[in-house]
């Protein structure tokens, strides 16, 4: 193997819990290892990440990775870590789903690839599909004691205590659905270990109890290994910002959002995030940390950490345009860089800043600069107030000086409906033409 992969996850704090014997079967010979996806939503979010990372490890490591998209399993619900039982989905969402999950690992992984250790994507419910219920029930069923199942915490967590809405038998089965995937995988692809979450520790050794008793005495063989669940400093959710989560998905949530995300990354949860979310190697990120302390404001680790992550998700080239959106603010942009931004990364950049909407009448025959400013919008005042900024010279269109003699028409249009008014370096005002 080119590397010893649970040493590598170990610095980078990415191991939690470990069955005895992983590490030397890893070292010993090629390894096919797991990672299920719930497709709870038609992408994925930085939640999703962590397992990602995992498997471009173990690629990486020359394993051979497979991702599962749980079709069979997200039609149950996993009740790990919820406290009350999840709506089901529809045949028709689920399918959505199942296609955009597919579609966000594909980019991260190469499906298509003809080397040894190809990574593979596969849907549980092409093997559930066939089962009947009695059948489930003899072959799997009585492989596993209810006395086991109850023993795991997010069965405990459910059933005792307040929790007055109990545990459907859905939800019950989720493990045993679960476990019977590693079974499926460890005979059809001699894949040996399943790796997740912590809060999935419970369903994972209940897939390795499944390989065990479902084999030959002396055939069975299945390691596990969890990651830690990724916590904020603050004690604040991961991925969570009032605007809901972030994705993987620039439809869902734009280049620009998810590299100030990673951007505005407390110290603390830098220096951890930096080691979990990249590549480098430790000695780069152990030079970047001391970098960090000599200076803290310049903000080198979370510079780096949004650059890399950026990268690896989206593109060098989103990430140029990432870093050029956000100068929009802070730096001296031009008028056309401003002009190539998108609709979406524009609203972003300029979100929270006063807006007023005009007619595109307003512009058919050019808005004059009073009106731009004080008459039509009242982003200044008064008119006095606005002919007083136009000869102080403080006053840009879309980053342009503008004098009073300026008329705005709709060339000047940024995703062909609004303009950048701007008073002095800090005071923005954006026209909505509609």
């Known amino acids: 193997m080119n590397t010893n992969l649970i040493a590598e996850l170990t610095w980078r704090g990415m191991v939690h819990d470990i069955i005895e014997g992983t590490e030397q079967q890893l070292q010993k010979e090629m390894t096919t290892a797991y990672i299920g996806f719930d497709p709870t939503s038609d992408s994925l979010h930085i939640g999703s990440l962590v397992p990602i990372i995992l498997l471009v490890h173990l690629q990486k490591s020359g394993h051979r990775p497979i991702a599962l998209v749980g079709g069979a399993t997200g039609m149950i619900g996993d009740p790990s870590g919820k406290s009350d039982e999840r709506n089901l989905l529809n045949e028709e969402t689920l399918a959505n789903n199942i296609a955009g999950i597919k579609s966000t690992l594909a980019r991260f992984l190469d499906f298509d690839s003809k080397a040894e250790n190809a990574p593979l994507i596969v849907n549980n419910y092409d093997w559930m599909k066939t089962f009947s219920f009695i059948e489930f029930a003899r072959d799997v069923g009585k492989r596993i004691t209810v006395n086991y199942m109850m023993a795991k915490d997010s069965v405990k967590k459910r059933i005792s205590g307040d929790n007055t809405n109990g ?62 669940l990724i916590t904020k400093a603050d004690g604040s959710k991961f991925g969570k910002t009032e605007g809901g989560n972030i994705w993987l998905d620039a439809s869902k949530t734009s280049v620009y959002k998810f590299y100030q995300f990673w951007l505005n990354t407390s110290d603390e949860d830098a220096e951890k995030y930096i080691k979990i979310f990249t590549f480098l190697d430790k000695p780069t990120i152990d030079e970047l940390i001391k970098v960090h302390a000599e200076a803290p404001h310049q ?60 007619s595109k009448a307003d512009l058919a025959e050019g808005l004059d600069m009073i009106g731009a400013l004080s008459a039509k919008t009242e982003f200044l005042k008064s008119n006095s107030d606005a002919r007083r900024a136009l000869k102080e010279n403080a006053v840009s269109v879309n980053k342009q000086k503008a004098n009073e003699d300026y008329v705005i ?26």
Not at 409 to 427: F, H, M, P, S
């Open 409 to 434: 028409t709709e060339k000047d249009l940024i995703a062909q409906k609004y303009v950048l008014l701007q008073r002095g370096k800090k005071n923005y005002f954006l026209l909505n033409v509609e």
């Open 299 to 358: 903000r080198a680790l979370q510079k780096k950490l949004a650059e890399e992550i950026t990268c690896f998700v989206h593109s060098e080239v989103e990430l140029e345009r990432a870093i050029a959106a956000s100068n929009m603010l802070f730096g001296k942009s031009t008028s056309e860089e401003l002009q190539q931004l998108d609709e979406q990364t524009f609203l972003d950049v300029f979100e929270g800043v006063p807006m007023a909407t005009i």
């Open 167 to 228: 545990m459907s038998f859905t939800e019950f089965t989720y493990q045993l659905i679960q476990g019977y995937d590693f079974y499926h995988l460890y005979k059809e692809h001699n894949c040996l270990l399943q790796m997740g979450g912590s809060d999935q520790w419970g369903n994972i050794t209940t897939g390795t109890e499944l390989v065990r008793r479902m084999s030959a005495p002396d055939e069975a063989k299945a390691f596990a290994m969890t990651c830690p």
